[in-house]
């Protein structure tokens, strides 16, 4: 064989199956959709991690007015204990 024949017939085309095409398709669909879902996940967790950060803003907020109110109370009341449940106040000994 001279080698122009050699290399017309590397170069020829070869028709997979039907089956094999799909496979392949499939694979390639598969790959795609679960691509897109990594895309998805990672903006859900963008959100979730920023969301998850305003509510630390949110608790320190909310420690600071705890420690302001704590301060004011003890400075009208002295030290003490508040029941939450009736409004009772009692100083500590």
């Not at 420690?67 to 009692?90: C, F, I, P, S, V």
């Amino acid at each position: 064989m001279s080698e122009q024949t050699l290399q017309a017939a590397a170069t020829a085309q070869i028709k997979v199956t039907e089956e094999e095409l799909n496979s392949v398709r499939n694979l390639s669909e598969q790959f795609s959709n679960i691509t897109m879902q990594v895309g998805e996940l990672n903006v859900a967790k963008f959100d979730l991690e920023r969301e998850i950060e305003n509510k630390k803003q949110e608790l320190n907020t909310l420690r600071e007015n705890e420690n302001k109110l704590g301060a004011e109370l003890e400075a009208k009341y002295g030290k003490g204990r508040l029941n939450l449940q009736d409004g009772t106040y009692t100083p500590l000994q």
